[in-house]
């Protein structure tokens, strides 16, 4: 348990950023769990449309910080070749 004031105020800010952050997590799973789901259901157009908001999400977590930039590209770059390969 936390003693000093500052502590405490640690763990309250820790608390609040790891549920922000926590959102976005699972914001991008379930965006490129969906994709994914579309192009083994072979729904190519479907899955297609889908992908802008999976690039919206990766570069806005990047951006804040929530993951590194090249694992949002990384990210992107494989869901991209999936859908490409499939259709």
């Known amino acids: ?3 000093t004031k500052s502590a ?3 763990i309250r800010q820790s608390a ?3 549920t922000r952050n926590s959102v976005y997590k699972n914001k ?7 994709a994914r ?16 908001k ?3 999400i990766l570069d806005k977590a990047a951006k804040v910080g929530i993951i590194k930039k090249n ?7 494989r869901i991209t070749k ?6």
Do not use: G, H, Q, T
């Open 1 to 3: 348990m936390a003693i």
């Open 8 to 10: 405490k105020k640690s």
């Open 16 to 18: 609040r950023r790891k």
């Open 28 to 34: 991008i799973k379930a965006l490129i769990k969906e």
């Open 37 to 52: 789901v579309l192009v083994l259901a072979k729904k190519i157009e479907e899955a297609k449309k889908v992908l802008p």
């Open 54 to 56: 999976v690039y919206e």
């Open 71 to 77: 694992n949002a590209s990384r990210r992107k770059s």
């Open 82 to 87: 999936l859908i490409d390969r499939k259709s």
